[in-house]
């Protein structure tokens, strides 16, 4: 079972927080870029997006917390299945939050080229699934729309998970409120400043170079 539920949509600062988590010793953190490099994971959140149970014991194997997209489309499930892991809704203004995603995630996940590499290709399909149509309705480009389904996401969790349970956070604010929340000391060092965007390109590189140089 997980200890620490991150609840925020991806391009709230998720990937700092992943940092952070791991830093305070709750990791391994589950991240939707990691499936990059585990891409055995894919076909479980694929699993996750149709309709029945779903083995979080299994999902989550060797996790000790979760972060971003795909897990934060299952909130309520994993709050069920983990009662006592604590939650943590990453925050942003809607509207910085929509233009972030439009211009990075989104245009990754529904490039209409053809994808490099077979985990590409399945990356794609499994955030479509998950997050692009599941969670928005296959109505991201609305904008308004997505705001919305962003406001009321936000919301439920505020209203869903006990106060003493919950900590609703900005990265911006630093190691102070989420130390204080989790019962662990500050470190001695600067709160991570990760952006996702970035890493994703690092890992893509990465992983297109590295498949195309392969030995046969």
């Given at each position: 079972?997980?200890?620490?539920?991150?609840?925020?949509?991806?391009?709230?600062?998720?990937?700092?927080?992943?940092?952070?988590?791991?830093?305070?010793?709750?990791?391994?953190?589950?991240?939707?870029?990691?499936?990059?490099?585990?891409?055995?994971?894919?076909?479980?959140?694929?699993?996750?997006?149709?309709?029945?149970?779903?083995?979080?014991?299994?999902?989550?194997?060797?996790?000790?917390?979760?972060?971003?997209?795909?897990?934060?489309?299952?909130?309520?499930?994993?709050?069920?299945?983990?009662?006592?892991?604590?939650?943590?809704?990453?925050?942003?203004?809607?509207?910085?939050?929509?233009?972030?995603?439009?211009?990075?995630?989104?245009?990754?996940?529904?490039?209409?080229?053809?994808?490099?590499?077979?985990?590409?290709?399945?990356?794609?399909?499994?955030?479509?699934?998950?997050?692009?149509?599941?969670?928005?309705?296959?109505?991201?480009?609305?904008?308004?729309?997505?705001?919305?389904?962003?406001?009321?996401?936000?919301?439920?969790?505020?209203?869903?998970?006990?106060?003493?349970?919950?900590?609703?956070?900005?990265?911006?604010q630093g190691w102070e409120p989420l130390c204080a929340f989790l019962g662990v000391p500050v470190p001695d060092a600067p709160?991570?400043?990760?952006?996702?965007?970035?890493?994703?390109?690092?890992?893509?590189?990465?992983?297109?170079?590295?498949?195309?140089?392969?030995?046969?």
């Amino acid at each position: 079972m997980l200890e620490v539920i991150g609840a925020g949509f991806g391009r709230t600062g998720t990937f700092s927080l992943k940092a952070a988590l791991e830093t305070l010793g709750f990791g391994p953190c589950h991240h939707m870029l990691g499936l990059l490099e585990r891409p055995e994971e894919i076909p479980r959140w694929r699993r996750a997006a149709q309709p029945g149970r779903t083995d979080w014991d299994e999902v989550y194997r060797g996790y000790r917390s979760s972060v971003d997209w795909p897990g934060a489309r299952f909130w309520r499930e994993l709050a069920a299945w983990s009662p006592k892991a604590k939650v943590v809704l990453t925050v942003r203004d809607p509207r910085r939050w929509y233009d972030s995603a439009a211009a990075t995630i989104h245009r990754a996940a529904m490039d209409a080229s053809p994808a490099p590499t077979p985990v590409l290709a399945e990356m794609r399909a499994m955030s479509r699934e998950v997050v692009w149509d599941g969670q928005f309705g296959g109505r991201f480009t609305d904008a308004e729309h997505a705001m919305r389904v962003f406001t009321e996401h936000n919301e439920a969790v505020r209203r869903e998970i006990d106060r003493d349970r919950l900590l609703v956070f900005e990265v911006a604010q630093g190691w102070e409120p989420l130390c204080a929340f989790l019962g662990v000391p500050v470190p001695d060092a600067p709160f991570p400043r990760s952006n996702d965007q970035d890493e994703f390109g690092a890992l893509l590189r990465e992983h297109v170079t590295g498949a195309t140089t392969a030995p046969s």
